[in-house]
C-alpha cells in the first residue's frame, strides 16, 4: 500500500468532501499545459478519492493531491489495486481523444505511463438486442416503423405485414412477449405518437375511403378510427403527426395531386371536440415530415414525387414554417442536394434538425429557416451474393432522429443498409453503433425513461431491437458522449 495511507492522511487532513476537476459526467481530464491528471474519482480500499497527478519531466507523474469524496461522480470512476500497484483509468479526455489508461506505481508515489488506448468517445454503447416481436407477429413483418414508449413503460409499436395488412403491438414485459390488433382496411401505417395527454395517434394508408388516422385512449389496447373526413380527394395517405396546442397537426398526401398545384394537405384534429381543420395549401404533391416547436412554430416538409420515383428526377425537398396555426406558410431555405424530408425534430436548444432522402443528409437549422448539412453518415454494409458475403451499403435516407437523455443524437439509416448512428456533436460527425441484423431500413427509435434504447426496422424482414441499460447505470449515461 504504497500510495493510499498518504491519500488517507490528505484526505483527513484536507477535511473536503467534494471531488475535483470533474467534468460534467465525470470524466477523467489530462491537462498538457499544467501536465496535470485529474482523476474526479479513485475507487481504492472500498472508499472514494479525487485525486491530481502531475507529469514530470521523466514522464512519470507524481502524487499532487487527493481528497476523499462522500458520493460517486464519475461515470467510469479509476481502479487503484494496492496489491499490483496498478492505477486503471477507464476513460481520460486528452486533446481532442478519449484514452483508456494504466499506470504502476513505482514507489515514492511515482506513477509509470504504462499504456494509453484510443476509445470511442460514446461511453456505454450496449449491443442491440432482438426482442420477441418478430417470432409473436401474426404475420410476416415488412416494416416496424414506429415505436412509442406510452403509460408506465409499456412499449407500443406500428407496423404492417409483407400482404399489406396494419398492426399495432404492445408489451408490457420489454419486448419479450407482445399482443398485436389488426387495424380494420389498414394497408400500412406510418407513423405513430404519444400526446402529452397520454393518448396515442396512428396514421397512415388505407383502402379507398376507409380511415387513415386511429387514436387509442387506453394506452394501446384498442384502437378507434378518428379525425372524421380523411381520407378526401387531395389526401390518401397521412405520413406524419405532431402535437400543438391541444390539436394533432397530421400531414397527409395523394399521388393524384399535381405537383404543379397547391394542396390542402395539413390539417388539424381535435381529440377532445373530434373538429378537423384543414390548414393552408402548400404546394407540391403533398406533405411529409412535421414538427411542432416549443414557441408553436409549425415546419412541414413537401414532396414532389412518390416514394419510389427516380430519385435523379424526384424534385427538391422543401420545408415550410407557419407562426400563426398553420393559416399561412413561408418556404425556408433551401436543403441542398435533397428530394425529401422523412423527419423533422426540434432539439433541446431550440434548433430544428432535418433527415432527408437521396443524399442521405442531416441538417440543422438554428433560425429556423436557414438549414446547414451536417456530416456525412457512415456507409454500412450488407450480406449480398451466393453465399452470402459483406458488401459497401451506402446511406441515402435518413429517416428517424432521436435527442437522447445524454444529450447524443442518433439517427435511423436507409434505404440500403438500415443502421443507427451516434453523433457527439449535434450531428457534425457520426460513429456506428452495433448492428441490428439484416435489415435495410430503420424508422422508428425510442428511449425509456430508464434510458433502455429501442428501435424498429424493416424491409427484409421487419423487427424490433433494443439496447439495455447495464445495472445501476442512470439514464443520462447510456449512449453518452464524453
Not at 500510495?3 to 473536503?16: E, N, S
Not at 477507464?90 to 494504466?102: F, G, H, L, P, V
Not at 499506470?103 to 461511453?123: M, N, T, W, Y
Not at 404519444?194 to 393518448?199: P, V, Y
Request: one cysteine or more; a negative charge; proline letters at 4%.
Amino acid at each position: 500500500m504504497r500510495l493510499w495511507p498518504c491519500v488517507l492522511a490528505l484526505a483527513v487532513a484536507g477535511g473536503a468532501t467534494a471531488a475535483r476537476g470533474m467534468t460534467a459526467d465525470g470524466l477523467a481530464t489530462y491537462d498538457p499545459v499544467s501536465g496535470i491528471v485529474r482523476l474526479p474519482e479513485v475507487a481504492a480500499l472500498g472508499r472514494s478519492f479525487a485525486v491530481e497527478l502531475r507529469r514530470q519531466d521523466d514522464g512519470r507523474f507524481t502524487l499532487q493531491s487527493a481528497v476523499e469524496t462522500t458520493a460517486s461522480v464519475a461515470a467510469a470512476p479509476a481502479l487503484y489495486d494496492s496489491t499490483s500497484g496498478m492505477l486503471d483509468i477507464a476513460k481520460i479526455a486528452a486533446a481532442s481523444a478519449t484514452y483508456s489508461a494504466r499506470l504502476k506505481d513505482i514507489g515514492g508515489f511515482r506513477f509509470e505511463l504504462l499504456q494509453a488506448v484510443p476509445v470511442s468517445p460514446v461511453s456505454h454503447m450496449t449491443a442491440w438486442v432482438q426482442t420477441g416481436f418478430r417470432a409473436s407477429a401474426p404475420a410476416q413483418p415488412r416494416h416496424v416503423n414506429r415505436v412509442v414508449v406510452g403509460d408506465g413503460g409499456r412499449l407500443v409499436a406500428a407496423w404492417y405485414s409483407q400482404d399489406n395488412k396494419a398492426y399495432m403491438a404492445t408489451s408490457d414485459d420489454q419486448g419479450a412477449t407482445w399482443t398485436h390488433t389488426a387495424l380494420d382496411r389498414m394497408l400500412q401505417v406510418h407513423q405513430l405518437a404519444r400526446l402529452s395527454s397520454g393518448m396515442l395517434v396512428a396514421a397512415g394508408q388505407a383502402f379507398a375511403t376507409a380511415p387513415v388516422v386511429w387514436a387509442s385512449r387506453d394506452n394501446g389496447s384498442s384502437w378507434t378510427a378518428v379525425a372524421s373526413g380523411l381520407p378526401n380527394s387531395s389526401s390518401d395517405i397521412a405520413w406524419d403527426l405532431a402535437e400543438r396546442q391541444g390539436e394533432v397537426i397530421i400531414s397527409t398526401s395523394s399521388q393524384a395531386n399535381d405537383p404543379a398545384a397547391s394542396h390542402t394537405v395539413i390539417y388539424a384534429w381535435n381529440p377532445t371536440t373530434g373538429a378537423l381543420r384543414g390548414l393552408a395549401a402548400l404546394p407540391g404533391l403533398g406533405g411529409l415530415a412535421l414538427a411542432v416547436s416549443r414557441n408553436g412554430t409549425i415546419y412541414a416538409s413537401t414532396q414532389d414525387s412518390a416514394e419510389h420515383d427516380d430519385p435523379t428526377t424526384a424534385g427538391q425537398a422543401r420545408i415550410y414554417r407557419s407562426t400563426d396555426g398553420g393559416a399561412s406558410w413561408t418556404l425556408t431555405g433551401a436543403l441542398t442536394g435533397a428530394n425529401r424530408v422523412y423527419a423533422l425534430t426540434e432539439l433541446s436548444d431550440g434548433s430544428i434538425a432535418a433527415g432527408t432522402g437521396l443524399n442521405g443528409g442531416y441538417y440543422r437549422s438554428i433560425d429556423g429557416n436557414t438549414w446547414l448539412r451536417g456530416g456525412s453518415l457512415l456507409a454500412g454494409t450488407r450480406l449480398t451474393g451466393n453465399p452470402p458475403a459483406p458488401t459497401a451499403a451506402t446511406v441515402t435516407r435518413v429517416y428517424k432522429i432521436l435527442e437522447l437523455a445524454s444529450g447524443a443524437l442518433l439517427a435511423g439509416t436507409g434505404n440500403e443498409a438500415g443502421d443507427v448512428q451516434i453523433s457527439c456533436d449535434m450531428g457534425a460527425t457520426w460513429l456506428a453503433t452495433p448492428e441490428t441484423g439484416s435489415n435495410i431500413v430503420t424508422w422508428g427509435l425510442a428511449q425509456s425513461n430508464d434510458g433502455t434504447l429501442w428501435t424498429a426496422n424493416g424491409s427484409l424482414q421487419g423487427d424490433l431491437w433494443t439496447a439495455p441499460v447495464p445495472a445501476g447505470l442512470p439514464a443520462r449515461h447510456h449512449y453518452s458522449c464524453n
